[in-house]
């Protein structure tokens, strides 16, 4: 027969630091600086890196209207047409082979 020792508290408190440490740790490697900003000497084969300042897509530039519309009413009620009936292809399908 084996006796188990009860755990202490100082084991307790040494595994509760160990978890916050390993937690900061994690939080702190957030606001580190990213390896590509890092200073170093590229290969001389190796394309020049552009520093244009920006490196998010420009959202607020706005394309240029269109010179014609993208679809006539005649083509988009013709298409309309053909999506309406095949949905009810579809669902017909639906209940004769839930029927079988």
Do not use: W
Not at 5 to 28: E, I, N, Q, Y
Not at 32 to 51: G, N, W
Not at 53 to 70: K, L, N, T
Request: hydrophobic share 35%; net charge negative.
């Amino acid at each position: 027969m084996t006796s188990q020792r009860p755990t202490s508290g100082k084991a307790g408190s040494l595994t509760a630091c160990a978890a916050a440490l390993a937690l900061m740790s994690l939080a702190l490697g957030g606001c580190s600086t990213s390896i590509a900003d890092l200073p170093f000497e590229a290969p001389s084969d190796a394309p020049e890196r552009s520093h244009d300042g920006s490196s998010y897509p420009a959202v607020h530039d706005i394309p240029a209207p269109r010179d014609q519309v993208a679809m006539d009413h005649a083509e988009q009620a013709r298409i309309e047409k053909e999506l309406i009936d095949a949905r009810d292809r579809q669902a017909h399908a639906a209940q004769n082979s839930d029927r079988r």
